[in-house]
């Protein structure tokens, strides 16, 4: 059985044994006077908010702009985003939570994505996803996942290294892939998919792969 | 027949020199110089039905949005997170300029000034490749004011998401397009009326829009003598899973499916047997071996209780089990739930829960009925269909494998130690 993560609690949502402070009132949009926001951050998000007929769309491109900043969604990021939109943290830890690149807790720099959906543990996925963190042990550099259909099936059992796309990979592949990030080598770079060609011209070339 | 991989891994094709060299942009020429009646005449004329996965005609799609000067919008969706799909990706990628012409042919169609391309998070290395073709287009005068002369001004933005393969719901899609969280609207209204912004909106895949040229060079009529009479033109396939040679093939509908599963992409691994394979992604009920004799078109996948979907085959060999493939499945789904409707948020997670005991040991014959029922009750009552990619894929594995299924639980059960079930007098049933 999947162990469920729980906290000391008991239950699986932070906080829950927190009770609410109604007399507080709720968190309203940051005070520009009181919010320092990085420059380059400032001038991502404005751009961003300029490209949309309504501001809000830029959410989910500011919250990635800022989870760039700083490593992941934390409250401090979220105020920054929320003051420069003129939005509330709220509404935007709400847009946090439900997208899965977006982290709402502190993670490690480099995200190694390895898809572990069917096209892919049809080829070994599951093994791959444990050489890997096994690879990495517990070093606090790598967010590594076991993620849902990549969109590269073709190079199954594949991982996405910071979004660059390495496949198809064997068990054997994942200590080259740790050592390369930390040398700050391209990845694997016989295995990244850009260097590939389509299937269908392979094969109409009759070649074998 | 090549059109939409035509040149695919020629150098520099995603550049737009190269692009127009191969007769780029000479379709936008051609259709701009025509109304917009005539270009919706002949998007009709070739039958193109949507490659995204629901298979609607396009160019009735495109008469739904009304006449009339408010703000109309063209949203492409290449939200492609369907486990087995990859096509959208390699048109992208390798051929940016197909899709942009076609965006702003469809555009002028629909009477749209503004276009977006919402793009999956995790395709960031695509979306740079987009993100320069549109700034190329630009600066050639094929989007933004009155391109190439004419009256039609079309701007054009590439959006990233952040991963949720909820969005590639249409509607999900507008609301993370919004800036809101992926969940799906209640329908009716149809993007058509009310879409992005409350304003009319023409939603279409990457591959029925990156077609959109290729129909108006050859014309309507002319393309859809490719293919079948309900199923026209060409598709890529998306091959994955157990074969020799998984990876993008584009066909002629109608082809038999097994000249696509043996033939290009060279059939199951030495030693190995095709158990069964689904036919449109992950989301499509499985077929079996005998299926693969089939005609691989909108049809006759149907008519074999399936669909053509996305175009996505998944190949899965006799060594696989079949309950591993169904928790992997439902595991996905129930994580990729957006939550809104109770059927498919508390349906999956209960049918990875009753998977989860089958494995363990502590099912009897009697979950699987159970299960196929929690599958009859998702189907149809949510307001989007994610749910129903589960329960559809699930009773048809059900169905198939009953067997196998009934063999696995006695065998955990021996294995767990919990033994034979206690048999219910059928009575009590």
Not at chain 1, 124 to 144: H, K, M, Q, T, Y
Not at chain 2, 19 to 34: F, N
Not at chain 2, 357 to 372: S, Y
Not at chain 2, 387 to 396: N, Y
Request: glycine residues 10%.
């Amino acid at each position: 059985m999947t162990a469920v993560k729980r906290f000391a609690h008991g239950s699986r949502i932070p906080g829950w044994d927190e009770a609410v402070d109604l007399s507080k009132d709720p968190a309203r949009v940051p005070d520009p006077a009181t919010t320092p926001v990085p420059a380059g951050l400032r001038a991502t998000i404005e751009a961003a908010m300029g490209r949309y007929p309504d501001r809000r769309s830029a959410a989910i491109p500011a919250l990635r702009a800022a989870q760039a900043e700083h490593g992941w969604c934390s409250p401090e990021a979220i105020d920054q985003v929320a003051c420069v939109m003129g939005l509330t943290p709220g509404y935007l830890a709400a847009i946090a939570t439900f997208y899965d690149m977006l982290e709402t807790t502190p993670v490690g720099r480099t995200d190694v994505y390895v898809c572990t959906n069917i096209s892919c543990s049809l080829r070994g996925a599951d093994a791959l996803f444990d050489a890997v963190r096994n690879a990495a042990g517990d070093d606090p550099e790598f967010n590594i996942r076991a993620f849902e259909c990549l969109g590269a099936c073709d190079i199954a059992p594949m991982a996405s290294v910071n979004g660059v796309y390495v496949g198809p990979l064997e068990p054997e592949d994942a200590p080259q892939l740790i050592d390369d990030v930390r040398n700050g080598r391209p990845v694997l770079e016989a295995k990244q998919l850009t260097r590939r060609r389509a299937a269908d011209t392979v094969q109409a070339e009759g070649e074998d792969r | 027949m090549k059109l939409l991989f035509d040149h695919v891994d020629e150098p520099g094709l995603a550049g737009i020199d190269v692009y127009q060299r191969h007769g780029g942009y000479a379709s936008l020429r051609k259709a701009i110089a025509m109304t917009r009646e005539e270009v919706l005449e002949q998007l009709n004329a070739s039958g193109l039905r949507g490659r995204g996965g629901a298979g609607f005609q396009m160019g009735k799609k495109a008469s739904f949005l009304p006449h009339g000067d408010m703000d109309k919008y063209l949203v492409c969706n290449a939200d492609e997170s369907e486990p087995g799909a990859f096509k959208d990706r390699e048109l992208m990628q390798k051929n940016p300029h197909q899709l942009v012409e076609g965006i702003v042919i469809g555009a002028f169609a629909a009477g749209a000034n503004r276009a977006f391309i919402f793009i999956r998070g995790e395709y960031d290395f695509v979306a740079d490749i987009l993100d320069t073709a549109v700034a190329e287009a630009e600066q050639a005068g094929f989007l933004g004011e009155r391109i190439l002369g004419s009256e039609h001004s079309l701007s054009l933005v590439v959006h990233r998401g952040a991963g949720a393969y909820i969005c590639g719901e249409e509607t999900a899609l507008l609301d993370a397009l919004e800036g809101k969280r992926g969940n799906p609207r209640l329908k009716p209204p149809f993007p058509a009326n009310q879409g992005l912004y409350q304003g009319p909106t023409l939603i279409n895949n990457v591959e029925t829009l990156a077609t959109v040229p290729h129909i108006i060079r050859l014309g309507g009529e002319e393309y859809a003598k490719i293919g079948t009479e309900g199923s026209t033109g060409t598709k890529v396939v998306s091959i994955s899973g157990n074969v020799r040679r998984p990876g993008n093939y584009e066909i002629e509908l109608g082809i038999p499916a097994r000249e696509i599963v043996c033939g290009l992409a060279g059939g199951p691994p030495e030693g190995e047997e095709i158990k069964c394979w689904f036919p449109g992604g992950s989301s499509s009920p499985v077929l079996l071996p005998e299926h693969l004799d089939l005609p691989y078109d909108f049809e006759s996948m149907a008519e074999a209780g399936s669909m053509l979907g996305s175009g996505s085959i998944i190949v899965v060999g006799d060594s696989v089990k079949i309950v591993d493939v169904a928790l992997k499945l439902a595991n996905f789904y129930r994580h990729e739930s957006c939550g809104k409707c109770t059927p498919c948020r508390e349906g999956t997670n209960w049918t990875v829960k009753m998977l989860e005991r089958i494995d363990r040991g502590e099912a009897t014959p009697m979950d699987l009925e159970i299960m196929a029922g929690v599958q009859q009750q998702i189907i149809g009552n949510c307001l989007c269909v994610l749910g129903d990619s589960m329960a559809m894929p699930l009773g048809s594995m059900i169905k198939h494998f009953r067997a196998e299924f009934e063999a696995h639980i006695d065998a955990a059960r021996a294995a767990s130690g919990l033994g034979a079930p206690v048999q219910v007098p059928e009575a009590v049933i």
